[in-house]
């Protein structure tokens, strides 16, 4: 159809149709050759706690074991299959080694494991979702392996299944000691100090097994009926093997001193110095200079003060300082401040107090400071230097070539923290010691953003573009949340909503105008998508001569008319402007209740995201973008809702397809733009607790069974794949249902 002949003979079609032929004339459904509907896991915590006046204990530990929905080879001698292995442990002590002094040790680790293909599984779901079906059989029924020629893409099978393995290792151990001595009794109350220590450890690591088997691809039947094959892969008869580790270490010292007093009944007073230094050392470095260590250090400190708890105000500052900057630009000063006022304290508000219980109001605003800016590289107040290998030669007969040397990325001593200066201000009030509603705008003014010079013209002579401390941005927006407790009846209902919407726009990002403003970046939110606007299908060669011309290639009848905005009667790249919403949501939001009555709860929470754009893009939405058949496979809903020649829709879902990449239709337009906004049930749940007097024998305090669920529903106007996966085709690794079945004991 997209050539305008018959590439496929109805004999041919037949036999793809009757499965006759399954090894030449094969039909795969790829999705359901790979993938499983179900996978399992499993988890199980324990946790166990006690002590007295003088020690407390808390010990707990988890396993969690998840499998995946890609389908096992049995055959091998090795195991590809794709598994997730976690296990946690946490071990607390609190002592009293006098009246006033407390030490406490904290222990944890993290170990995981995953087990998985060899091959990337990127490329998996990419060529699972690419290779055509009737490329090639999973495997020929002579035992042979399949592939495809060289150049032409992998068979997903052998990336799947016969691809050889890889393990993967975590380990994450964090400790800490810590003591506080309570100066109650020594010196005034209130006043207390605290010393702590952590060191952490982390490592991580990869084996891998890669595997390639010999491969065939076939060309037709000898007059025995049997197999004739090309040899596609020569493969190799054993596993190869790598290793790459990685890891650091961290450690971390903080010392502060705490004071917190009510004087006269009236006069609440808190205060807060703490010093904190921090330096992390990696052990896998790949140069002199990421082998240094990663030091910060710091001071902050807090006021706070309230009247009758009425009236509140509270003043924080921190002084921090990295080595990432230059000196005299190490070291920050970082401010803020806050003020309250509960009018419901008030003796006037006595009247109404048990209508509205709690009325609050209040404001802050302060600077923020950021050391981890980006650039790519360490010490950005130094320049520096490239050794390449093209040669000067020197001598009277060019005997002397040393090779040259010329500096890289140029100094920035200015470089320099990148700053937030943050506002809120909002209100809590709670009806009938039952209903709590809290409501907050904000505003933030981002400084200071570290990026890429993109005003220098290519005349200033540079070989690398600077880093430079010019970016700026505004944020702002509303956060809210309801909660509600109550019992009716016999029934105790909590009930729990959020909403935050936040719209950030691009004040400064060094770039100077484009051709034409509506194509600026500044202005618009970050990461706001820039496209093409469709008007729809062209539906006639007439209507095609008398439109703007579209620079992108041939056009034809049910191609993708675009709009020529700036009216030069040319639809070019200049023509782009903003459109929909950026992938990451500005509207996000969440509900949920919880019931009890006797034994029995049950909980449900939904949550959601809006204002949100997706564009679908990929060889499988285009169709036959890869120049190859083995790589052209067509998602359905293309298929049956594409335009053609013989349903001509004007409004069709789909531009008609075309045998080569078509430049005109496959770009970034509102024609490929969809809502990705959606709102899931993301959890369920329902359980019973059973009575303690049936229990109590087995000195069990809690017994409760419990069925629940994760990723129940989603509603959303777009059908393809899961929103929250994003755009392109949907050829990733997809959000899960989970049923789980448990039992909550407590002794």
């Known amino acids: 159809e997209a050539t305008g002949s018959n590439y496929y003979t109805e004999d041919v079609i037949r036999k793809y149709r009757d499965n006759s ?32 006046s003088v020690a407390r204990y808390y010990v707990a530990g988890s396993l969690y074991s998840e499998g995946s929905i890609f389908k096992e080879e049995q055959t091998n001698s090795y195991d590809s299959s794709l598994k997730y292995n976690k296990v946690n442990f946490r071990a607390n002590v609190d002592l009293n080694v006098t009246n006033s002094t407390i030490l406490n040790v904290n222990l944890a680790n993290i170990y995981e494991t995953r087990r998985r293909p060899g091959s990337d599984m990127g490329n998996i779901w990419y060529y699972a979702f690419a290779t055509s079906p009737n490329a090639f059989p999973p495997k020929y029924s002579d035992g042979k392996f399949s592939g495809p020629q060289a150049g032409s893409g992998y068979n997903p099978y052998n990336l799947l299944m016969n691809s050889g393995y890889a393990n993967d290792y975590w380990n994450s151990a964090q400790s800490l000691i810590g003591i506080t001595q309570d ?82 009944k009236k006069h609440r007073v808190g205060a807060l110095f703490l010093y904190n230094q921090k330096q992390t050392n990696y052990l896998n470095a790949d140069s002199a200079l990421g082998s240094l260590p990663y030091r910060t250090q710091g001071v902050a400190g807090r006021l706070t003060y309230a009247y009758s708890d009425k009236y509140f105000a509270e003043f924080n500052m921190g002084y921090n300082g990295s080595e990432n900057f230059a000196p005299g630009h190490r070291f920050g000063f970082f401010p803020a401040g806050a003020v309250g006022y509960m009018i419901s304290n008030e003796d006037f508000w006595k009247p109404i107090a048990h209508i509205i219980d709690v009325l609050k109001f209040k404001s802050s605003y302060g600077l923020v400071g950021n050391d981890q800016i980006g650039g790519g590289r360490r010490f950005i107040y130094e320049e520096t230097i490239i050794t390449e290998g093209n040669n000067y030669v020197f001598g009277s007969t060019g005997q002397y070539a040393p090779g040259r040397i010329r500096m890289g990325e140029p100094a920035n001593p200015n470089v320099s923290w990148e700053k937030a200066y943050k506002f809120n201000i909002g209100a809590e009030i709670s009806f009938f010691n039952s209903l709590k509603l809290e409501g907050d705008y904000f505003k933030e003014k981002r400084r200071g953003i570290f990026l890429q010079r993109a005003g220098l013209a290519g005349i200033v002579g540079l070989s690398t573009t600077p880093w430079v401390n010019v970016g700026k941005m505004n944020n702002q927006g509303f956060d809210g949340t309801l909660k509600f407790n109550r019992k009716i009846g016999k029934v105790n209902v909590t009930a729990l909503a959020n909403y935050t919407y936040a719209h950030n726009i691009l004040i400064d990002n060094d770039e100077p105008d484009w051709n034409y ?100 893009n990929g060889g499988s939405i285009y169709g036959f973008t890869s120049g190859s058949l083995t790589r052209a496979a067509i998602n359905e809903d293309v298929y049956k809702n594409r335009w053609t020649i013989s349903n001509p829709n004007p409004k069709a879902k789909y531009p008609r397809l075309d045998a080569q990449n078509n430049q005109n239709n496959n770009r970034t337009s509102t024609y490929r733009m969809y809502d990705a906004s959606f709102l899931r049930l993301k959890n369920a749940e329902i359980g019973y607790t059973i009575p303690r007097r049936y229990t109590e024998s087995f000195y069990v305090n809690n017994l409760r069974v419990y069925l629940s669920g994760v990723n129940l529903l989603t509603f959303s106007k777009f059908k393809l794949w899961d929103p929250e996966r994003g755009g392109g085709e949907g050829a990733a690794y997809p959000p899960n249902k989970i049923f789980s079945i448990g039992l909550n004991v407590n002794f």
């Open 183 to 264: 100066f109650g009794d020594l010196i005034t109350s209130g006043l207390k100090a605290n010393i702590k220590f952590s060191w952490d450890a982390y490592n991580s690591g990869t084996i891998s097994r890669p595997m390639e088997v010999q491969q065939w691809l076939a060309i037709g039947r000898n007059e025995e009926g049997e197999l004739e094959y090309n040899e596609t892969n020569r493969g190799q008869e054993s596993l190869g093997y790598s290793r790459s580790m990685d890891g650091y270490r961290t450690y971390y010292l903080e010392g502060s001193l705490t004071y917190d007093k009510l004087i006269n």
């Open 21 to 52: 032929d399954p090894d030449l004339y094969p039909n795969v459904n790829w999705i359901k050759t790979l993938y499983e509907d179900f996978a399992q896991n499993a988890r199980l915590n324990v946790n166990i706690s006690g002590g007295g």
């Open 517 to 616: 403003k509506y194509r600026n970046r500044i202005g618009k939110p970050y990461g706001q998508p820039f496209g093409l606007v469709a008007l729809g299908l062209f539906e006639s060669e007439e209507e095609i001569k008398n439109s703007s011309k579209q620079s992108f290639g041939a056009v034809r009848v049910g191609d993708i008319k675009y709009l020529d905005v700036n009216g030069d009667g040319v639809v070019d790249t200049s023509d782009e402007l903003a459109i929909g919403y950026p992938s990451m949501p500005e509207i996000t939001y969440g509900f949920g209740v919880t019931a009890q009555w006797q034994g029995f709860d049950c909980s449900v929470f939904l949550q959601g995201s809006d204002h949100t754009s997706l564009f679908v």
